[in-house]
């Protein structure tokens, strides 16, 4: 199974930026597509962005639009969430997830997921 395994995570004043990794092992990143969640305390796992196995597609949600950006180097087996112009609504614990065949928002349908990274936007 393939396993990940996010980092980057930190505290960070608003309006400060951030880059989060997410790093694959067993097997190469570059057949599976993979969507960056958040999960804010007491609230449902949202689709963050999402990107496609060449990396030639993208998705973002309408709130991290123009502020986040997702980027793979499957050279490297990583997938990137550099996340600019922090607000304190995207405090959360932010995860990595894959599955084949293109990207979904639906959780249930990634079959890999991370342990997840802490992000915690606070002045």
């Known amino acids: 199974q393939l396993q990940l395994v996010e980092s980057g995570g930190g505290l960070v004043q608003p309006g400060g930026s951030l880059r989060l990794s997410c790093a694959a092992s067993?097997?190469?990143?570059d057949l599976w597509t993979i969507r960056w969640f958040r999960q804010a305390p007491g609230k449902e796992r949202e689709?963050?962005?999402?990107?496609?196995?060449?990396?030639?597609?993208?998705n973002y949600a309408d709130s991290v639009k123009g502020r986040f950006t997702i980027s793979r180097d499957n050279a490297k087996n990583t997938v990137y969430l550099q996340m600019n112009s922090l607000k304190p609504e995207d405090t959360g614990h932010y995860y990595c997830?894959?599955?084949?065949?293109?990207?979904?928002?639906?959780?249930?349908?990634?079959?890999?997921w991370g342990q997840g990274t802490q992000v915690i936007v606070s002045s």
């Open positions: 689709g963050v962005s999402c990107i496609s196995e060449s990396g030639g597609s993208t």
């Open positions: 067993r097997f190469t990143l």
């Open positions: 997830a894959a599955k084949t065949l293109g990207c979904s928002y639906r959780p249930s349908d990634f079959g890999s």
